[in-house]
């Protein structure tokens, strides 16, 4: 295996493989200093590049090459070298540069989050929180589109697509012979109709799981409720098609919805198949695991309590034990 290299991100230095990315690199460090990503999907072959939330600042380029990078810089498609240094949250000039990402994102996408079934789990909703401005400058007409039915269990509100192509790459990634994709260019683009056909595979649901906004949704969830009133819970069942692992979303005892289980970042464990997602909604067709686990800073995790976890980062630094020893006690007592 070849040496590894070292990063620094907003102060904390990490050791990864050459080759890694700033962000997935920032990833194993874990916490606030992540980058958003709305276009990236470790799981998805040539994502990323396309939606610039994830810039940040490279203020050493390498130990060799110890310049600046005179841009920000994607963190999603830009590799880490041995030395580097790189700004993320305590860079003013990322925090900005975000801000304009964010305005931009929302030229079109219309702020019906409160009809949205995204809402709640949607990264743009987060990143507005995080980032947005009260106001919009922008004077002229919107983008809007009619709904498409992609089949009988998924819907297309092209209205809030934010272009991010996830969706392109999954409805490519499984199936070979077809042809799909974003039409247009500029602020004529949109997805392509043509993704419809992709709809007769078994994986095709997982466009739902991969949209970071609500332009891709469940037809079989819509409307049913707003997804904090729901309680996840991990199940699994033998599968003939995917690994059948998922989460269930409960209202008192019914099933409303089926999914692919998601990690810290978004992004799904693994592609589930249309029959886990659509067609086994009763609770015995389940083997039933646990309380899923929710991000404290998400809505979703409102009434549910759990053991406090300190980041990997803090375990392994002494200096970073000693200063959240109180945390660590606490854990323990739990
Ligand atoms: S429909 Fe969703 S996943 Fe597809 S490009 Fe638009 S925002 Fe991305
Ligand atoms: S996540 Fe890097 S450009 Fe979109």
Request: hydrophobic content about 35%.
């Amino acid at each position: 295996m070849s040496e590894k290299v070292k990063v620094t991100i907003d102060g904390i230095t990490v050791e990864v493989e050459p080759g890694t990315s700033i962000l997935n690199a920032a990833r194993q460090i874990g916490g606030d200093i992540v980058p958003p990503a709305m276009c990236y999907y470790s799981k998805l072959e040539g994502s990323g590049g396309k939606c610039r939330t994830c810039l940040v600042k490279v203020s050493k380029g390498s130990e060799k090459d110890p310049r600046p990078m005179p841009k920000l810089v994607a963190s999603c498609r830009t590799g880490v070298m041995d030395g580097m240094e790189v700004e993320n949250i305590t860079s003013p000039e990322v925090i900005e540069a975000r801000k304009g990402v964010v305005e931009m994102l929302l030229i079109n996408h219309p702020l019906d989050c409160p009809i949205c079934d995204q809402a709640g789990e949607c990264h743009l909703q987060d990143l507005s929180y995080e980032h947005g401005v009260e106001k919009t400058r922008y004077e002229f007409e919107r983008r809007t589109f009619d709904k498409i039915d992609i089949g009988d269990k998924i819907q297309l509100h092209m209205t809030r697509c934010i272009l991010c192509y996830r969706c392109v790459y999954v409805a490519d990634q499984i199936t070979n012979n077809r042809v799909h994709g974003v039409l247009g260019r500029g602020d004529a683009s949109e997805i392509s109709t043509y993704i419809e056909k992709a709809i007769d595979n078994d994986f095709s649901g997982n466009v739902i799981d991969v949209c970071p906004v609500g332009a891709l949704t469940d037809r079989t969830f819509r409307f049913k409720n707003r997804v904090w009133f729901t309680k996840p819970v991990d199940a699994h069942r033998d599968c003939p098609t995917c690994k059948g692992e998922v989460t269930l979303w409960y209202k008192g005892e019914e099933v409303l919805r089926v999914t692919g289980r998601k990690d810290q970042f978004g992004e799904v464990a693994d592609f589930i198949c249309n029959t886990c997602r659509f067609e086994t909604k009763k609770t015995s067709d389940w083997v039933i695991e646990g309380p899923r686990h929710i991000a404290k800073t998400s809505v979703i995790s409102s009434n549910h309590y759990e053991m406090a976890k300190p980041l990997d980062v803090i375990k392994h630094n002494p200096i970073l034990i000693e200063a959240n020893k109180e945390e660590f006690e606490r854990a323990t007592k739990i």
